[in-house]
């Protein structure tokens, strides 16, 4: 998720300057940089190996309901080259549900694309797993407020789990935190994680 540089507070949680940057009428311009360079770095990182599977780039409602956002997706991808099935949309469940008959032509031009189109923070909302089926959707995140009494994914331990239930994807803090993308480059070993998921399912059987 984007989060501000800023040369004094350090990084900005997007929850502290979205809204503002919403209200403002900024928010389309930010949501524009962001996935145009997104594009940019997936691209970078494709080429150097350092890709482990796609980049995925948050969408705003205000994003997905601008009549113009299926043009500027596309002009990132062809400007930055990047494989479309490198890219990763995550919409959060409210701005796909407040205007279905927007989204579901939307999503369906994305996917003809080979984009990767997944459901952020599912259960904040209001809608259900039957009324997501008629969306043409890859993944659902679930929102971590209906899990917090489950099972946290924050050690070596958790991860294992996940291994030995046949999950291979997960997102967390256990791999990192939010950081600048020059640091990120440096620090993000994805064949590290292959190789140690390998010798862990090598081991279980």
Known sequence: MTRWLHPTRGLVP????????????????????????????GQVRAHTGKLARTVAVNISGIELQNGHFLDVLFEALNV?????????????ESALMKH???????????KQRGVTVSVDNFGTGHSNLIS???????????????????????????LHFLWAHNCDEAVGYYFGQPVPAEQFGKTFRPQ???TARNSFKDTAN
């Open 14 to 41: 997007p929850a502290q300057f979205i809204p503002i940057a919403e209200e403002s009428g900024l928010g389309l311009d930010i949501g524009t940089w962001v996935l145009r360079d997104a594009c940019t770095q």
């Open 80 to 92: 930055t080259g990047l494989n479309p099935e490198l890219l990763e949309l995550e919409l959060t």
């Open 100 to 110: 279905p008959a927007h989204s579901t032509p939307i999503l369906k031009a994305l």
């Open 132 to 158: 997501l089926q008629k969306l043409r959707l890859d993944a659902i995140k679930i929102d971590r407020t209906l899990i917090r009494k489950l099972r946290v994914f924050e050690t070596a331990e958790d």
């Open 192 to 194: 590290e994680f292959l």
